[in-house]
Structure formats: structure tokens, C-alpha cells
């Protein structure tokens, strides 16, 4: 029976996972298809920061409009309908020939994508034990490094011989394989147990308020905020930035790629020490690690400076969005939970919007870099400090 479990467990883990790589792959080629069509379509700093915010836009009603509904139909049929919207619309978004289409099509990408992820980290977190939960919504964030890193190789060897459109396209191919998943993926066990209880989704967003859950609430917009405000307003820019320091773009790839690789052991590591030292102590440690690595980043004048504190700035940042992964769903009991965390997630998610804007308009106005990186380091110590002073500790506890 035990085995039974665990290879249930590990299928879960690698179909859920993969359509998370696929996720990634698209969000991570983006920051490279920017800092191409910057050169292509002769797009001012301000249209590169539309690029990654309209993306978010999409992203932050996705998240809000599928976290609501996998809490009426189902996890599955949301992750299977989200899987399908942000690769068809990414294929497309290959063939557009103007900056207004490309932002429409980037659009559905983000409603998509803003969709899946609390849905899927819901689906799993719901069908693990208590005992490895933390660990295993922390192993499937880790497929996102992955993703970024095929991205980056993908960016490295195809945009500059074949071009952005061929990039793109190659990422659109997860619409084939959610074939595969709706066949072979299971619903959540806990929601299969529930479905019977008639909510209304009006209900169940008031109940993410209640007196019960608002402390819990707050603790997760604030945070979600302040996390995905920085991450998309950094690593967005991040080839863009290499290159205002004075690297080629090719040489920015390559140096994005190997920055991106040192999110896999960030991961692990958290993944590690979750079910450990807890989900408390993770977060405030590895965000305050993404706050000083930032602020090194932004400043940092040599190669190896630039390097190091590039390759800490991704351990750190990933090994806190893992445990962000796993702490969301375990704030809800299930009836509310895929509306909790898409509600957080939608919250996040107008970060992501204000985040890279911020740095194109900053850097249209002469900011020099390490101003701007400051700004995101200030915004990560107010996340940490909402887990610190909000936040309550839910290792290895049952879900409701």
C-alpha cells in the first residue's frame, strides 16, 4: 500500500511538474524575447516594461477567475483549461507582426499561466501527507527552474540564429501534451470528498475575510505582493540589465543561463529544510537572502561581483517562491482553498505589473540600476516582515 502511495505520489509530482516546466519555459524565454524585440521592433524602455506587465495584468485575472472556479468545477478541469489557454495564445503570439498584438496575445498567456500555478500547487498540495507536503509543492516549484533554464538555453542557441518566433513557438508545445494530462490526471482526493457542499463563489471570497482567516489573508497579499513585485521586475530585465551594463546580448544570455542554473539547488535546498525548520523560517531567510543579493546585484560594477551575487539573487528568490508554493494552500480549509491562494496569487500579481514598469520607466529617466534594485530590496524586508509579525506556522499540519 505504502508503495502504491508513493508512485502515486511521484506520477502527481511529474505530470503536475512538467506542465509547471512548460509554464516557466514560456515565462522565462519572455525576459529573452524582450530584450530581442528591443532591438527588432526599436521599442523604447517603457514598451519593454508593457511587455512583462501586460503579461502580469493577465496573470492577476487568471488567477482570481480560475482560483475561484477550481473551487466549484474541480482542480483538474481548471489546470487542464489553463494549460491549453497561455500555449495556445503563446504560439500565436510567435506570428503577431505588431507591439499591440503581441501585447493582446501575451495577455491570454498571463490568464493562463496566473491560473495554473495556485490551481496546480492546490491539486498537489491536497494529495500529499501532511508529513512530506511542504516538500514535494516545494519539488514541484523546482521544475520552474528547469523551465527557466531550458528557456535560457533555448534563447542562447535559437533566438540568435533562428529568432524570437522560433523561441516562442517551441514553448507553445505543452497544448499537446495537456492531451496527455486530462487522461491521466487524477482530481483532488479532499475536493472529490467535498464537491457536494453548494458554495457560492460570492461565499467563498467573503469567507477568505472572515474573522477566522483575515489575519492569514493579509500575511499572504502582503507577501505575494512584495515577492512577485520584485521577481518579474527583476528577473524580467535581468538580459535586459546585463546588457545596460555594457554586455553583447548573446554574452547576456549566457550569463542569465548560468544565473538561472543556481535556481535548481535554491529549490532543493528549501525543499530540504521546509519540513525542518519550517515554512516561517524558510521564507524569512531565503527572502531576506533574494534582499541582499538584490541590492549587491544592482550595485555590483565587476564581472565576478555582477556573477556571484546574480547566481545568489536566483538561489535565494526560487527557494522562497517554493515555500510561498507550499504556505498558501495550507492557509485555507478545502472548501476555500484554490479561492484563497488564487485570490493571493491575483494580489501578487498587480505586483508583477508595477515591477517592470517601474524599471523602464526608471531606467527611460537616467535611474542608475542599483537604485532600482534597492526599491525591490526594500519591498522583499516588508514581505518579511509580514511572515514574521502575521504569519503562523503550519508544518507537517493537517489540512481541513
Known amino acids: ?23 516557466a519555459m514560456d515565462v522565462g524565454i519572455l525576459s529573452f524575447v524582450i530584450a530581442a524585440l528591443a532591438v527588432e ?18 496573470m492577476a485575472v487568471g488567477a482570481l477567475v480560475f482560483g475561484v472556479f477550481a473551487d466549484k468545477v474541480g482542480r483538474k ?31 491570454f498567456v498571463g490568464m493562463g499561466l496566473g491560473g495554473e500555478l495556485p490551481v496546480a500547487s492546490t491539486l498537489v498540495s491536497e494529495s500529499v501527507e501532511a508529513k512530506e507536503r511542504g516538500r514535494v509543492v516545494v519539488l514541484l516549484e523546482s521544475f520552474w527552474a528547469a523551465g527557466w533554464i531550458i528557456s535560457a538555453i533555448i534563447a542562447y542557441f535559437i533566438i540568435p540564429h533562428y529568432g524570437w518566433r522560433v523561441a516562442l513557438i517551441v514553448t507553445a508545445l505543452p497544448a499537446f501534451y495537456a492531451i496527455y494530462l486530462r487522461l491521466k490526471l487524477p482530481d483532488s482526493p479532499k475536493y472529490t470528498g467535498k464537491k457536494s457542499e453548494s458554495r457560492s463563489i460570492i461565499q ?45 546580448l548573446i ?22 529544510l521546509i519540513e525542518k525548520a519550517g515554512r516561517k523560517f524558510v521564507l524569512v531567510t531565503y527572502l531576506l537572502g533574494t534582499a541582499a ?25 526560487l527557494g522562497a517562491w517554493g515555500a510561498l508554493y507550499a504556505y498558501s494552500p495550507e492557509q ?56 514574521l509579525f502575521l504569519g503562523t506556522e503550519t508544518k507537517q499540519v493537517e489540512l481541513e
Open 1 to 23: 500500500m505504502k508503495e502504491q502511495k508513493k508512485i502515486s505520489k511521484n506520477k502527481l509530482l511529474g505530470i503536475a511538474g512538467l506542465a509547471w516546466m512548460f509554464d
Open 41 to 58: 521592433w526599436n521599442l523604447t524602455p517603457g514598451q519593454m516594461g508593457w511587455i512583462g506587465s501586460v503579461n502580469s495584468i493577465g
Open 77 to 107: 478541469k481548471i489546470f487542464m483549461i489553463t494549460l491549453l489557454v497561455f500555449s495556445i495564445a503563446s504560439g500565436l503570439s510567435a506570428l503577431t507582426t505588431t507591439l499591440a498584438a503581441f501585447l493582446l496575445l501575451r495577455f
Open 204 to 248: 467563498n471570497m467573503s469567507e477568505v475575510w472572515s474573522k477566522k482567516y483575515a489575519k492569514r489573508t493579509l500575511m499572504l497579499w502582503i507577501v505575494w505582493f512584495t515577492v512577485v513585485f520584485s521577481y518579474y521586475g527583476m528577473f524580467l530585465w535581468l538580459p535586459s540589465v546585463m546588457v545596460i551594463k555594457g554586455f553583447t
Open 251 to 272: 554574452k547576456s544570455f549566457e550569463y542569465v543561463l548560468i544565473m538561472t542554473i543556481a535556481q535548481l539547488p535554491g529549490y532543493f535546498s528549501a525543499a530540504w
Open 293 to 317: 543579493s538584490a541590492f549587491v546585484f544592482g550595485s555590483a560594477e565587476t564581472t565576478t561581483l555582477l556573477m556571484v551575487s546574480g547566481i545568489l539573487l536566483s538561489f535565494f528568490n
Open 332 to 387: 485555507y480549509p478545502t472548501v476555500i482553498r484554490a479561492t484563497g491562494s488564487g485570490m493571493a496569487a491575483s494580489v501578487g500579481r498587480i505586483g508583477g505589473i508595477l515591477g517592470p514598469l517601474l524599471v523602464g520607466t526608471l531606467v527611460m529617466r537616467d535611474f542608475e540600476i542599483g537604485y532600482i534594485f534597492t526599491i525591490f530590496c526594500v519591498a522583499i524586508v516588508i514581505g518579511v516582515l509580514a511572515v
